[in-house]
């Protein structure tokens, strides 16, 4: 049978990957119709998922839903989460649609003091070797579509991303030092960042 597959969901593993063993409460920004959530379950304790997309929430609820996820539908900037409530904060394909530095902060400050924010998102080729990897992700995406089934969800997209890769590598230093920045092959980026301890 073929895997069902996207770009975004190809580097699900990366942010999994980055939690702890014993991760307690997990927030996902921006979730979409659920699918990480739902990977998330699997091992955090406890998953609060948010987006702010009427049907994507609604596709969430039906069809990814598990016993220790809750879906809330409401913007991730205005809802009243607690600060330094969650043990990480997890998000795919969600800063290009805000302010990043807006965006790096609240997730900081969400986060419990030891938490890990793990995020990919999508940035703007501008340089000659961002242009060589676009080429190499192109191949790479041919051979993935050859024994995975390309999936497209449905939720709101944003193209051309706004900031470059180059803008968001600096703007994610500045906000989040010592944050771990990765071009990734397939148009992607990834920030892994652990908030220092308390003290």
Do not use: Q
């Amino acid at each position: 049978m073929l895997e069902r597959w996207n770009h975004n969901i190809h580097y699900h593993p990366v942010l999994l990957g980055a939690l702890s063993r014993d991760c307690g409460h997990v927030l996902e920004v921006g979730c979409g119709e659920g699918l990480l959530a739902r990977e998330l379950s699997n091992v955090a304790r406890r998953v609060t998922a948010i987006d702010v997309d009427v049907a994507s929430i609604e596709v969430a609820r039906r069809e990814a839903a598990a016993p220790n996820v809750e879906y809330v539908l409401a913007d991730f900037f205005a809802h009243p989460f607690a600060n330094a409530s969650f043990d990480a904060v997890v998000s795919v394909a969600l800063l290009h649609h805000v302010d990043a530095a807006s965006g790096l902060e609240r997730m900081a400050d969400l986060l419990r003091p030891g938490g890990t924010l793990a995020l990919v998102g999508l940035a703007r080729s501008r340089t000659p070797a961002d242009f060589a990897v676009d080429v190499a992700a192109a191949a790479g995406t041919r051979l993935h579509k050859l024994t995975k089934t390309y999936w497209e969800h449905s939720a709101p997209k944003i193209w051309p991303p706004p900031e470059t890769y180059g803008g968001i590598r600096r703007v994610a230093k500045r906000v989040l030092p010592g944050v771990r920045y990765r071009r990734r092959l397939l148009w992607r980026y990834s920030l892994i960042w652990r908030k220092p301890a308390a003290g």
